[in-house]
């Protein structure tokens, strides 16, 4: 889905039993700023998940913590005592936690065996969230890297974050490069959820009026134009690239120019049209 934002000074035209043709609204030519908009998706993750290891190979002796508890860096998690002390000389080692956060998993039970490095706790950190979604090499280098983003959940919130970065390398099976976006935490959103984030591509300024203001005629393209006389001209016009309902006007206008917004198909050149102010 494209969002295309289209500015334009609108003036209605004067009521007035003169003859000539009343009641129209035209246009001010602007230059203004298009573009389309592709979508990205993927679900959010926590910025930094910690995996706690055992120090040493041996049995595990307390575990401080239960799955959904928050801890504070430092805090104590759990302890293990070493398998070849048998005469209890040595005093537990204490695997304490390394960030603030959740405790996500707890993959222990007092005395378990436990060999050195195996995974013992897991916690998720709360400085917010990070999320990978992958698009296609047609795409990948249109996009702004460091760009403001707004992503979309499934129940419509919208969560503001950043695009980060683009992978140096696609993956040469698919062709698919992975983009990073960054968001801050946020109480509406939680990890796992799935969002969708729209991106701006082909951006262009330019000259651009509505598509069905164009009339086609013996192959070539035209405008209603109310020229300085304030009078109908059918103006030809060299069309450019479409966006959604608009479309660029390479050539055949100019900034100030006038045009009409509506048509009936009864238009004829000369037509008198009154504008206040003209």
Same mark, same amino acid.
């Given at each position: ?50 995996? &706690? ?15 959904? @508890? ?10 293990? +005592?070493? +398998? @070849? ?51 296609? @090499? ?23 974050? =950043?695009?980060? =970065? ?6 040469? =099976? ?7 976006? &960054? ?36 192959? *070539? ?5 109310? =020229? ?16 959604? @309902? ?11 120019? +006038? ?8 238009? +004829?050149?000369?037509? *008198? ?6």
């Amino acid at each position: 889905m494209a969002f295309i934002f289209f500015s334009v000074s609108l003036v209605s035209a004067q009521q007035t039993q003169s003859p000539g043709r009343t009641g129209d609204v035209v246009a001010v030519v602007k230059i203004t700023e298009q573009f389309r908009t592709i979508s990205v998706v993927g679900r959010l993750q926590p910025k930094s998940r910690i995996v &706690h290891r055992a120090p040493n190979d041996g049995y595990v002796r307390t575990v401080a913590v239960e799955e959904g @508890d928050f801890v504070e860096e430092g805090q104590e998690l759990f302890s293990i +005592k070493r +398998k @070849d002390d048998v005469a209890n000389v040595f005093k537990p080692s204490v695997v304490t936690a390394r960030i603030s956060g959740w405790v996500s998993e707890v993959l222990i039970q007092v005395e378990d065996e436990i060999e050195n490095a195996e995974p013992a706790v897991v916690i998720i950190g709360t400085e917010g969230y990070v999320l990978e979604a992958s698009i296609s @090499d047609k795409d990948a280098f249109k996009v702004g890297i460091g760009q403001d983003v707004t992503a979309q959940t499934s129940a419509g919130v919208a969560i503001r974050g =950043n695009l980060v =970065n683009r992978s140096q390398e696609p993956d040469y =099976n698919t062709g698919l490069f992975t983009l990073t976006f &960054h968001f801050p935490n946020s109480q509406r959103t939680y990890v796992g959820e799935f969002v969708v984030i729209g991106l701006p591509i082909d951006r262009a300024k330019g000259l651009f009026v509505p598509r069905n203001l164009i009339v086609r005629r013996y192959g *070539k393209y035209f405008i209603w134009v109310v =020229n300085e006389a304030q009078e109908l001209e059918a103006r030809e016009v060299v069309l450019g690239p479409t966006y959604e @309902d608009l479309v660029m006007i390479d050539q055949g206008l100019k900034v100030g120019e +006038k045009y009409l917004t509506s048509l009936t198909g009864r238009e +004829k050149e000369g037509t *008198k049209i009154y504008v206040p102010g003209s």
